[in-house]
């Protein structure tokens, strides 16, 4: 019997499920190569738009906008638009895409996407929840849909894709406040179909419970490695030694993510119970750690499709931004105020968005499947927003 990618270490009633380990499958009498690696999908989501002048290339000059307030009234559109013939360019990275200069061969940068708005309905709203999704004003008018949205792509991928995993899809938000300051439509980017939110999961200790099935998971396993360390150093004696290193490596990114939840734990125990759940977390290492259990999730096939919500749309909350501001500030107020030195102080906040992007496609890099590959050799990783210009609403 060959042992895959959903081996189990079984300890007190916990199930770890393990990535492959090939000469687990040749001491079992499989000689055979490894079975191809299944293809992967991350959708990364950024709330509000970027500043057009430092991500697009070609509008470094581009006239500062003001925010008109109309939705219809991109007064600067077109002169402000890059103004090649549709075709393949070389990428270009402007200053704001230069956390991933070191991915530069990996990426495609894809402009010029647009979609029709449908008047009476929130920019913002509309930003998100058709995102991956966009039927017409006109066919969401005959079918008397508030918002024109449908089934989202990531799960009509799941449909054809998630027979051989535990979930379809798997949505995930970096949204640390549980008040409803907004709408549905606002924080949410994947729909079983038009008003049929996919929730998202917010509490990387609610995620972290999910990967592994049970409710009760963390009464009984205060430290998944723990339980299973004894397994594993019996086991790494039989592996070659690529696979222990995976072995390893798997272990230490699953103690991890339990130290960073434990961190999460005491924090929540010392603070004042009005401050958001998960932002008593520096910023980017909540973000992070819902990459983390992203990844541990396709690791252990839960999971091929995943959606990944940044933060949600406008939401008017203040955030800290570790290492980018000192005290806490509305990154959807700052997308309005771009005049003079404004847009310099929001590019800060599209970089500390694109470097969680890079540590994103690092640790992919890092990651080696069945075949030897990488995660990153196998996955489609998209990186977008539902607005081009968070001041305009174009």
């Not at 509309?126 to 039927?135: E, F, I, M, N, P």
């Not at 004696?237 to 734990?265: P, S």
């Not at 990651?367 to 174009?394: C, P, R, W």
């Amino acid at each position: 019997m060959r042992i895959n990618r959903r081996s189990f270490l079984r300890a007190n009633g916990a199930v770890l499920a393990l990535p492959f380990l090939p000469s687990l499958a040749f001491a079992q009498g499989d000689t055979k190569a490894s079975s191809k690696p299944s293809k992967k999908l991350a959708i990364v989501y950024i709330p509000n738009g970027i500043v057009r002048r430092c991500f697009f290339p070609g509008e470094e000059n581009a006239e500062l906008p003001d925010f008109i307030g109309g939705f219809n009234a991109d007064k600067v559109k077109e002169e402000r638009r890059l103004k090649n013939k549709p075709g393949i360019y070389p990428v270009e990275l402007t200053s704001t895409m230069q956390p991933l200069a070191e991915y530069a061969n990996d990426i495609t940068l894809l402009t010029g996407l647009d979609r029709t708005y449908q008047n009476g309905q929130d920019v913002h709203a509309q930003g998100a929840s058709c995102y991956l999704t966009s039927v017409s004003p006109e066919q969401a008018e005959t079918m008397g849909w508030a918002h024109p949205n449908g089934r989202t792509l990531d799960q009509v991928i799941g449909d054809h894709v998630g027979q051989s995993t535990v979930f379809n899809t798997l949505e995930i938000s970096c949204n640390g406040f549980t008040a409803p300051k907004e709408p549905i439509e606002f924080d949410n980017i994947s729909w079983y179909g038009p008003g049929k939110i996919a929730p998202s999961i917010r509490e990387p200790q609610k995620l972290y419970d999910r990967l592994f099935l049970k409710e009760s998971y963390r009464q009984h396993v205060a430290d998944v490695t723990d339980l299973v360390v004894a397994d594993a150093k019996s086991l790494s004696r039989k592996l070659a030694q690529d696979d222990r290193h995976t072995l390893d490596e798997f272990l230490d990114m699953i103690r991890g993510i339990e130290l960073r939840i434990q961190k999460m734990d005491k924090l929540l125990a010392d603070v004042d119970v009005r401050v958001p759940k998960n932002e008593v977390l520096p910023r980017g290492e909540y973000i992070r750690l819902q990459m983390d259990l992203m990844l541990l999730a396709f690791q252990m096939g839960i999971t091929n499709v995943s959606t990944f919500m940044i933060g949600p749309e406008r939401w008017d909350a203040t955030l800290m931004y570790e290492g980018v501001f000192d005290q806490p500030v509305q990154h959807h107020n700052m997308t309005h105020n771009q005049k003079g030195d404004g847009y310099k102080e929001l590019q800060k906040i599209d970089i500390f968005h694109m470097e969680q992007y890079a540590y994103l496609i690092r640790r992919m890099k890092e990651i080696k499947e069945s075949d030897g590959s990488s995660m990153f050799d196998n996955s489609l990783v998209t990186y977008g927003a539902g607005l081009g210009d968070g001041a305009t609403h174009q």
